[in-house]
Each structure stands twice: as C-alpha cells, then as structure tokens.
C-alpha cells in the first residue's frame, strides 16, 4: 500500500503521516517564544520605535531623478528621502 502524502513542506521535505507525529509531538511539548522572537528575521529598527511607512507620489521626472540618485550613490529611495527630509524639517 503506498504511503500517504499531504504534500511537502517549505524545504521540499514531504510531509508523511511520520512528519505529522513528530511536529505533534513537538508542539506538545511546547515551544519557547522568547527564543522564536529572538530568532524572527525582519528589518532592523531604524531607532527608539516602529518606523512608520509614507506613501508619497512623485511626479515621472522626479521618480526618475531619486532613482538614478540613489543608484549613483549606491543608496536606496528610502535612504536617500530621509536624508534630504532631515536637514529640511530641522530647518523650518
């Protein structure tokens, strides 16, 4: 009789009635989240708190300026947005 399968998972590996008992087995055991949160991949903090995301529309010939900017200066969009708002917003 061939062996169930319920597909694979992420790393290709199958997931057989075998792979189910072992993760069941697991959970029951429990986990420990400080050490999950530990190891959550993501973006670095950009200070003290959550950085926010604005959305902001530019024009086609600015959109085109920043990014060939950016690219002259092997910055991102994101990067260099900032760093031309700072000195503006401490200015005013």
């Known amino acids: 009789m061939a062996r ?8 290709g590996e199958p997931i057989t009635e075998e792979l189910v008992e072992k993760l069941a087995a697991k959970a029951e055991e429990g986990f420990d989240v400080d050490e999950i949160l530990r190891r959550r991949g993501g ?3 950009m200070g003290a708190a959550a950085a926010s995301v604005e959305s902001v529309r ?3 010939a600015l959109s085109q300026a920043l990014r060939q900017r950016a690219e002259q200066e092997g ?8 760093a031309a708002l700072r000195p503006y917003l401490q200015a005013s």
Request: charge should be positive; aromatic fraction near 4%; hydrophobic fraction near 15%.
């Open 75 to 82: 910055r991102t969009n994101s990067d260099l947005i900032r």
């Open 4 to 11: 169930k399968d319920y597909g694979r998972t992420r790393s």
């Open 43 to 45: 973006r670095p903090p």
């Open 58 to 60: 530019l024009d086609p």
